[in-house]
């Protein structure tokens, strides 16, 4: 499995991106997606997750009402749209794929993925 993120890049506070997260498999039933992100000198932290049929998302406080996680599966593909952009979301953004059997509908812990893209950089400015 190998996943390519894509779509970061520099804006300004209030400004939107979104990013994707390619697949280089199909989709299959265990394929819970996450989105992570990682600021310079601070821990991993979640972001958004999505089922592997996309009817269930779940997503951080921080960007709750602000960032939509969704996917196509026909092109492997899961996007994470992000609008109201704030410095504080400043990072590099991971996406991670499960792939060991379901056992629930929701991961928010970065162990709990098996797959992960390289990272794309997020910068917001104020």
């Known amino acids: 499995v190998q996943l390519q993120a894509s779509g970061g890049g520099l804006v300004q506070a209030g400004g939107s991106l979104r990013l994707s997260c390619a697949n280089s498999r199909r989709t299959s039933s265990n394929n819970a997606v996450g989105w992570f992100r990682q600021a310079p000198g601070r821990e991993r932290e979640f972001v958004a997750t999505?089922?592997?049929?996309?009817?269930?998302?779940s997503y951080a406080d921080s960007v709750k009402g602000r960032f939509t996680i969704s996917r196509d599966n026909a092109k492997n593909t899961v996007y994470l749209q992000m609008n109201s952009l704030a410095p504080g979301d400043t990072a590099t953004y991971y996406c991670a794929i499960r792939s060991r059997p379901r056992i629930s509908t929701r991961y928010y812990d970065a162990g709990e993925y098996d797959y992960w893209g390289q990272g794309t950089q997020v910068t917001v400015s104020s």
């Open positions: 999505i089922s592997w049929n996309g009817g269930i998302t």
